[in-house]
């Protein structure tokens, strides 16, 4: 979408949004059918397992691991590894 920046060495699977403004740093990986929200930051090293949301202006941190079916909330900031959702 209009102003992202997707940086070196991220891996895009298929069906994968990256909405307006959001920035993925380097060497992101976002599997099948993630969206990342407007604003949304993900930096270096960030892996979204597949079907995650991340919300508006949402920031995570160097590294974090996201797990299958998660939804983080808009505005979060998200320090650690978030598991699968149930």
């Known amino acids: 979408m209009r102003a992202a920046v997707v940086q070196v060495g991220v891996k895009i699977a298929k069906s994968v949004v990256v ?3 959001a920035v993925v740093d380097h060497d992101c990986t976002l599997n099948d059918f993630c969206h990342v929200g407007p604003g949304a930051v993900l930096c270096g090293g960030v892996l979204l397992e597949q079907n995650v949301y991340v919300g508006a202006n949402a920031t995570l941190f ?9 939804i983080i909330g808009a505005g979060a900031i998200v320090k650690n590894d978030v598991s699968a959702s149930s």
């Not at 590294?63 to 998660?70: A, K, L, Q, S, Y």
């Open 62 to 70: 160097p590294g974090v691991r996201v797990g299958v079916g998660t």
């Open 19 to 21: 909405n307006t403004g």
